[in-house]
């Protein structure tokens, strides 16, 4: 049987204090035959020029491909983007801050032989920003064990992203990923978990840092920082929402308790969102209940709360 053929896909933006150890962790994997496609969004720190002489320096048995935008599209935007340049249906992701032990392309591509899975995720080792390994594992094993996809629809966290794997058929079934201020483990891990094709690796395959890019959130101290830090926050929980109400709407006999769910929470932060906004705060009338209410009075003392310090 021959075997299967694997992209390994890395995403760069400015990371030039970390790409280094991110390229070596792809070029050491023992899998084969292997594609690393690396793709940079247009970063200005350094991080264009580590990848040429990183990839000039190369002489290992993997091929290598290297693209470089002209102009920053966005995580999202370049992800649909980077997918469309990987040649195998099986795509294993690396950030360019994060690590890959050498085993991990060989144990995700013998789990998805074994499965058919059209998503698989790890344990992680974490790593600080300067590279020191913590006590802990990583793991969202009994977060995620026995969860219903009502209970994931709403959940605004899932997988580690940084350690999935992805069959193209996530694209290829849904679509594109359509709204732009969402990430991809929160929208493929809901779409494979509808199709009940979701296996998870119990043990560590990355070395995936905290305190760094979008792993961290960090809030302002002062009162205009705080409320842009909510602004943004709704426009993530917005868009995460709305792909996902999207993507079930897709399913066959797709679940109407969870298409409702969706709805009623997808109102409640448009409430939230056009009173950051300063916008009109009430939805059209057939969308409106006593929860509306309730959600934008809670978040009115929520604002004052800010404003008082």
């Not at 935007?77 to 801050?97: K, T």
Request: proline share 3%.
């Amino acid at each position: 049987m021959s075997q299967l053929k694997v992209s390994f896909l890395i995403l760069t933006y400015n990371q030039i204090d970390f790409v280094e150890h991110a390229l070596n962790g792809a070029f050491s994997q023992t899998y084969s035959p292997l594609e690393i496609i690396i793709s940079d969004d247009a970063s200005t720190d350094g991080t264009r020029e580590k990848i040429k002489e990183m990839v000039a320096q190369y002489s290992g048995p993997h091929s290598v491909k290297t693209y470089f935008n002209d102009d920053n599209l966005g995580f999202i935007d370049h992800l649909i983007l980077a997918i469309g340049r990987c040649s195998a249906d099986f795509i294993v992701y690396g950030p360019g801050d994060d690590i890959s032990l050498s085993d991990r392309t060989e144990i995700l591509a013998g789990e998805f032989m074994k499965s058919k899975s059209l998503l698989i995720h790890s344990d992680a080792f974490e790593i600080d920003e300067q590279g020191n390994k913590k006590d802990h594992i990583l793991s969202k094993k009994h977060k995620l064990d026995n969860i219903s996809i009502k209970e994931a629809s709403l959940l605004p966290g899932l997988c580690i992203g940084a350690t999935c794997a992805w069959h193209e058929d996530l694209m290829n079934i849904f679509g594109p990923i359509v709204e732009r201020d969402t990430y991809e483990d929160l929208i493929f891990y809901f779409r494979a978990m509808l199709l009940n094709k979701v296996s998870y690796v119990e043990k560590p395959l990355i070395y995936y840092r905290v305190g760094n890019g979008i792993s961290q959130k960090k809030r302002g101290s002062n009162q205009e920082a705080r409320l842009q830090a909510e602004q943004k926050y709704c426009r993530h929980r917005l868009a995460t929402l709305r792909q996902r109400l999207r993507d079930v709407k897709m399913v066959h006999n797709a679940p109407k308790d969870v298409i409702s769910t969706l709805d009623q929470k997808i109102a409640k932060y448009e409430i939230i969102s056009a009173l950051l906004e300063k916008r009109e705060i009430f939805p059209e009338k057939s969308r409106f209940s006593i929860g509306y209410l309730a959600a934008y009075l809670s978040y009115i003392w929520k604002i004052i709360r800010i404003k008082r310090g």
